[in-house]
């Protein structure tokens, strides 16, 4: 059993910073890619930031320049570094991760619950 944690979610106002992390835990024995995902109300799910094992990043159009992904494997854990925040980065933002675990033989979807963030004067 595999689980994502995030944390660092909260309030900032327009032009500020938040950081995110996710960890994961459980029977890992591979991850893969790893990423943010966000959802605003009324809209579908839209990629943040990808990065693979390797260290090659990906990011959505809205976000490069602005926001950061990384990771530290030795943790497990992902990273998001948002500068210059605006109010249309207002979501719930997810993280995910392609993980093999110990009896599995690929590759596998996993999502964290979720974090608020809220960018607002």
């Known amino acids: 059993q595999v689980h994502l944690v995030e944390s660092g979610g909260g309030l900032v106002q327009p032009g500020g910073s938040l950081r995110l992390s996710c960890a994961a835990s459980g029977s890992i024995l591979s991850i893969y890619d790893m990423g943010w995902y966000r959802q605003a109300p009324g809209k579908q799910r839209e990629l943040v930031a990808t990065i693979n094992s390797g260290g090659t990043t990906n990011y959505a159009d809205s976000t490069k320049g602005r926001f950061t992904i990384s990771r530290d494997n030795a943790k497990n854990t992902v990273y998001l570094q948002m500068n210059s925040l605006k109010s249309e980065d207002t979501a719930i933002y997810y993280c995910?991760?392609?993980?093999?675990?110990?009896?599995?033989?690929?590759?596998?979807?996993?999502w964290g619950q979720g974090t608020q963030v809220t960018v607002s004067s």
């Open positions: 995910n991760a392609v993980i093999r675990t110990y009896v599995s033989v690929w590759g596998n979807d996993y």
